[in-house]
């Protein structure tokens, strides 16, 4: 823990304290404006320390407002007015629960004319509480079979290209599971290699691989979907697998398309029920390169003008309609989104969303 350094010291050289905060032109001058906690267990609760500060201008200041970087982190302060020359003080309170590591947190303080700011910095080092199996895999597949992780998501897969990725489950019963796994969906060239059995208290990975063909075209995002059977019996809950696959693109290239999409959220705001209602948007290419639309996927109850392969040159625009069903029941907000997967570096792929509201 750091040692305090004395107020009367702050105060003899009150001139280095000043400067540091002189952008601020703040009166709160500090004895420290950082607290290390250390070592410390999240099992002991919260720690908390008091930061004293003297206000050395000639006018009285009055604290109005505290703002913390997380909710873990809280501030008990008094909001009566502080003479010139008296003393103040904050005590700082951190809930080291669910933290794990070398952990900072920054507390800002407020003046209630808003002319005095400070910054104060707290840190410490949690030594979380060990947990077993259970609480480090909480999800149930099947039988005794648990695992961490409901989603598998892959990013950005380019044509070609062959990506693996681990799903670790346990066995938290005290008898061997035999494992397999049954898949469904499209599988976009998706392949699973699951362990044949695991026993009791192990944790074992199941290896989930997309390989995308080269020159076959498959772009878009790719969704399956994975169910663990331990013993016989099939997991209720299922592993969803989702990929974005793309065509290999370089951002260094000074010839590439940039696409612009005014607006890319359309609010039809609010309509009758049970109709289909449309907008026209714009989608320009504002780059040197042709913009080609790679894969347009219209999620459910939604519609798109523009199709797979058409494209826009550079420095031209298109007028596009898109279109949403609205729900047949009153006072409803229906969700529609449209994917779209473009030769575009910088973002291809890009998220259309609508929303439509029923009066």
Known sequence: MKVKTLLTTILALTFCAVQAQDELNSAMVFETYEWDFGEINEADGVVQHTFRFMNVSNNPIQIDNVATSCGCTTVLYSTQPIAGGEYGELTVAFDPSRTDGRVLREVEIFTKDRRNYASLMISADVNPIPMGLEQIYPHLLAGTIKTNAKNCTFGYITQGEKVTRIVRVANVGDKTAKLSVVTTGNRYGMSVDCPESIAPQEVVSIHITYDIGKGKNHFGMARDTIWVVADGIKSQLPITVNALRIEKLS???????????????????????????????????????????????????????????????PGKELKVTVAITNSHEPHTSTLGSINLTTNDPTRPFRELRLQVDTK
């Open 251 to 313: 951002q260094d290239d000074k010839n590439k398309p940039v696409m612009r999409i005014e607006p890319a959220y359309v609010d039809f705001g609010e309509k009758a029920p049970g109709k289909i209602y449309k907008k026209t948007i714009v989608i320009g290419n504002t780059g040197n390169a042709d913009l080609i639309f790679r894969n347009v996927e219209a999620m459910e109850g939604t519609a798109i003008s523009i199709q797979t392969g058409q494209v826009i040159k």
